[in-house]
């Protein structure tokens, strides 16, 4: 038998954006499809948590998620999505990810970090600003 991925042969999935919603449904539904989330961050960031990431960092650490830590049966391409047609969807590196559901979940794109580590950091150096775009 053909190699059917983790999806079992069902449809590609492809979530664009892995902010709150993107994420969970992501994480939601990657035993029932073929899914890709795209998202040009190699984790999720709570937002709401950022606030008291900014005064207590360690709190960070628990707050901002690596998505191949609940991604367990799906694939990540860390990228921006910059156009998308009927079938698929092509990411700034000129990927060509093919669908047959696709999700746009793409929320605001502030320009973070593309590594939790790097996020991190910014945390314990107190330069996290909450709203970027106010900067
Ligand atoms: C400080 C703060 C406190 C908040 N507190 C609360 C609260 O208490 N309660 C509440 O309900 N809401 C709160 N919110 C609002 C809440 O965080 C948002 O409503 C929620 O994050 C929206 O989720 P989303 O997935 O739609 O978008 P986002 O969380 O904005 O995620 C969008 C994702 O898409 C990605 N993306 C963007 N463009 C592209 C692209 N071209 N290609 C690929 N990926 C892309 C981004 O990198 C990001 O990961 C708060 C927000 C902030 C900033």
Redesign the pocket.
């Known amino acids: 038998m053909a190699n059917q991925g983790a999806g079992g042969g069902r449809g590609k999935v492809v979530v ?7 994420s969970y449904i992501a994480k939601t539904l990657q035993f029932h499809g073929n899914l890709t989330l ?4 190699e984790y999720l960031e709570i ?2 948590a ?2 008291r990431g900014m005064v207590e960092p360690t709190f960070a650490e628990r707050s901002l998620i690596e998505h191949k830590d609940y991604l367990t049966g799906s694939r990540l391409i860390v990228s ?3 156009d998308i047609s009927d079938s698929e969807v092509l990411t700034s590196e000129g990927r060509l990810v093919p669908y047959d559901y696709l999700v746009i ?5 502030d320009p ?1 970090p593309k590594s939790r580590a790097e996020r991190l950091k910014q945390y314990q150096a107190g330069k996290i600003n ?2 970027p775009k106010q900067s």
């Open positions: 664009i954006g892995g902010g709150i919603a993107g795209i998202d040009p961050k937002p709401w950022s606030l921006n999505a910059i979940a793409t929320g605001h794109g973070l909450p709203n």
